[in-house]
């Protein structure tokens, strides 16, 4: 695994200017980071419940030009140690919220994985400490940005489930990174639901505007 | 430690993930290629012993003259080739060049690579022969010179081992990608350099760093020579192969040969057509296989603990004196066991048997 944060750490993870910059006196000493406040207040948190296409899922951010080049950065370039500065500032919380869950990936690419080296989603996840069931996966890369909605919404054909005895009876936690139409979570829910006690959503960056034109919840 | 790309040399940049430093500063550089740039640091050898003085006096020399020129090491049979070159090549690592090693047999590429990742650990090593040419990238490149077309003026070094050996010596067409892929200087590992290379010597073109004693001191096994009508050849074979230890490696000269002998002794045999070499490789270095008959396939670059060998008919063409010499330097390269038995069978002796024989007795007299 790459380098945790370190309780040493002075420089932030995006800028890497000092870590206090930019904090209120607040945060300065209660609230432990990773980015400083300058970057810190160009993302934009949401933290709500939203409907998305008749399911409920819970947002951290929203997904704006800041988010995108931090996810492109992240999964593009391949930048692993980016993974921590997402959940920091919310993980106590989290932890809490989702206590005894099973935490289930929206899935990537094998192909996609193998280049990077690591698992996107898993790795900013693995922070909540929770079990992880890696039971969906999905056959080819489909590029999602470039196709149109049809095509999106075709994607329910590529997920497969595999190994859902170890399903039964668990409290899932279905987490992704990006949820822009919320066509794949709304297949991998789906997919999960026959089996699973309960279904909990979570996603690090939500559409704004697929979340505007919604009733907030 | 500096970024190759960037330059960057503030260490708050540089993170280490999976055993590879990046740097973070111009990661997001990298674009749609997607690959995890390697920081030119400091790289450090890591070797389960010691270099004796000679070698290290020797491996910066190396070191020094590669920077400028070209170099022939010519060293014996199992002084060490491999870890001479290893200052060389962290030097050039740690200024962020390129280095590549080229090796006429592939067998060689693969024992070599994983000994290269040992000795470097966080250095990406990619071996390139036929089988493993998917992985091009990498900053240690280890392949057989058929595979160096590959890599256009890719290298600020090429250490090409053994350039007198078959099939390198005289093919102009790997000869002309050893010169297109290579940029910078050249360096020549041989135990028995050809008349070409000594030329270069002469015309002051290359520099020569000669080592004539392993690191363990002990002289180099002279082979003992038995001239016999070919009739009793096998009988004189099974009578060492009873009187001396095993493991044992039987040298033949033709696969059709190696067939035959095999046969006669039921043993495993390896040659360029057999297809489990590397399986029967693994047997034989395990000490399952206690005697082996090969070609001359394994005869170079090759490192077998406590082994013996016998050549049968030693007088055939395939047995120059640059292979023989190669054959007798298999014996006692370990530095708890620098003894050993080599024994030439054959019916008429030739100028290869005469010129091995007076190399190898000229190189103890000098050590």
Known sequence: MHQRYQKGQRFCLICFDELSAGKSLVDLWLREDVICGKCRSRFHPFNRIAEVMGLKVYGLYHYDEMMSTMMHQYKECHDETLSQCFLFPQLKRLRKRYKGCTLVLVPSAIEKTEERGFHAVKTIFTELNLPILDCLSKDSDIKQSTSNPLVRHAIAAHLHLHSEDELIGKDVLLVDDVCTTGSTMKACAELILPYAASIQCLSVSIHPLLVKSKRFL | ?367
């Open chain 2, 1 to 367: 430690m500096h970024c190759t790309r960037c330059d960057c040399q503030d260490p708050k940049y540089f993170v280490v993930i999976r055993g590879l430093t990046i740097c973070r500063r111009c990661i997001s550089y990298n674009g749609n290629e997607g690959n995890v740039l390697s920081v030119g640091n400091e790289i450090e050898i890591d070797l389960p012993f010691e270099l004796t003085p000679s070698q290290q006096i020797a491996s910066h020399r190396i070191a020094d003259a590669a920077q400028k020129r070209d170099v022939l090491v010519k060293a014996v049979c199992g002084a060490g080739k491999t870890e001479l070159v290893m200052e060389t090549i962290r030097r050039f690592l740690t200024e962020g060049k390129t280095i590549g090693v080229a090796i006429a047999r592939r067998q060689v590429v693969l024992q070599l690579s994983e000994r290269f990742r040992q000795a470097f650990p966080g250095v990406q090593v990619s071996e390139v022969c036929e089988g493993h040419t998917k992985q091009l990238s990498g900053q240690l490149i280890v392949c057989t010179t058929h595979q160096l077309f590959r890599f256009p003026n890719a290298f600020d070094c090429l250490i090409l081992d053994e350039p007198d050996a078959f099939p390198f010596k005289g093919n102009d067409v790997l000869h002309g990608f050893s010169r297109i892929a290579c940029r910078g200087t050249f360096i020549y590992l041989s135990a028995t350099p050809d008349r070409e290379l000594l030329m270069k010597v002469k015309k002051n073109e290359c520099e020569l760093v000669a080592i004539n004693q392993r690191p363990h001191g002990a002289a180099l096994p002279v082979p003992h020579l038995v001239q016999m009508p070919k009739t009793f050849h096998r009988l004189i074979l099974i009578a060492w192969m009873r009187r001396t230890r095993t493991p044992q490696l039987i040298f033949v000269p033709t696969i059709d040969q190696a067939e035959r002998l095999a046969k006669f002794f039921r043993l495993k045999f390896v040659t360029s057509h057999s297809e489990d070499i590397e399986e029967t490789l693994r047997q034989f270095t395990a000490g399952n296989l206690k005697r082996l008959i090969c070609t001359t396939v394994l005869e170079r670059g090759l490192t077998f603990a406590h082994v013996q060998v016998a050549v049968m008919s030693a007088d055939h063409v395939v047995f120059d004196a640059s292979s023989l010499t190669q054959i007798s330097g298999r014996v006692g390269r370990s530095m708890d066991d620098p003894s050993g038995e080599v024994l030439f069978l054959f019916d008429a002796k030739t100028k290869g048997i005469r010129r091995c024989i007076n190399d190898i007795k000229k190189a103890n007299a000098s050590a």
